[in-house]
């Protein structure tokens, strides 16, 4: 079965730090991949998503940069974080288009 | 075209009753509609979802209404019971978008009391 890891679960980060944010599927290939904010009590803000090796696709520009250097590996980053980055980072995978997403367990970043 | 519009934002029942979140969407091409759960400081979950081929899709105490040519789906929680509580986005898509995914609703808090 597939499954989803995202860590860490949780992050205090001081305003102008890097950040580096890691999510790694298991038993699928190929798989479409997603990183999502969810600010407070808010909905879901697709940041980046990804239909294969080395192919980034932004939603939102930002101070953030996504990279996935293996099929099944996806990477959030930041040079210099802000206070507005702080909120609940969300992976995702899909078997493609058309279907479902399945959630890793988040990440709470909280920027000082 | 793009968007899905959810209602209510926020939805209290009481222990037994029915929980009732409603969802109206405008591309005439999605062709897939899931449903999530969310607690509090976890992943969204898949919970129930239906293709357009069908007007409804019951699981357990979760229940999917789907109307075509209103454009509108709703989840229908039977016997709502406390450990219900959670927020509840609904989401379309189709086979033949982009990579981008589902486009969701903006949520719904529901809170179930004893």
């Known amino acids: 079965s597939q499954t989803i890891h995202q860590w860490p679960a949780t992050l205090v980060q001081p305003v102008g730090s890097p950040l580096s944010l890691e999510c790694t599927v298991e038993?699928?290939?190929?798989?479409?991949l997603y990183w999502y904010r969810q600010a407070a009590g808010r909905g879901l803000q697709l940041l980046f998503y990804?239909?294969?090796?080395?192919?980034i696709s932004s939603e939102v520009p930002q101070n953030l940069s996504a990279s996935r250097p293996q099929d099944r590996q996806f990477i959030l980053s930041s040079k210099k974080l802000l206070l507005s980055d702080s909120g609940f980072y969300l992976c995702?995978?899909?078997?493609?288009?058309?279907?479902?997403?399945?959630f890793g367990q988040g990440t709470r970043l909280t920027v000082v | 075209q793009q968007q899905v519009k959810q209602s209510p934002q926020s939805l209290i029942v009481q222990k037994g009753g029915i929980s009732i979140i409603n969802c109206a969407y405008e591309?005439?091409?999605?062709?897939?509609f899931p449903w999530y759960q969310q607690f509090p400081g976890k992943g969204p979950a898949l919970l129930i979802a239906?293709?357009?081929?069908?007007s409804e899709k019951k699981e357990g105490r979760f229940t999917i209404s789907f109307n075509k040519s209103a454009k509108q789906f709703s989840l229908h929680i039977m016997d709502s019971q406390p450990g219900d509580s959670a927020t509840y986005f609904c989401?379309?898509?189709?086979?033949?978008?982009?990579?981008?995914?589902?486009?969701f609703g903006k949520g719904t808090h529901l809170i179930i009391q004893p």
């Open positions: 995702a995978w899909s078997a493609g288009t058309g279907t479902e997403a399945f």
């Open positions: 038993g699928t290939s190929n798989p479409n």
């Open positions: 239906i293709r357009p081929d069908v």
């Open positions: 990804s239909v294969g090796i080395g192919q």
């Open positions: 591309n005439t091409a999605f062709d897939y």
């Open positions: 989401a379309a898509t189709n086979s033949g978008g982009g990579a981008d995914g589902l486009t």
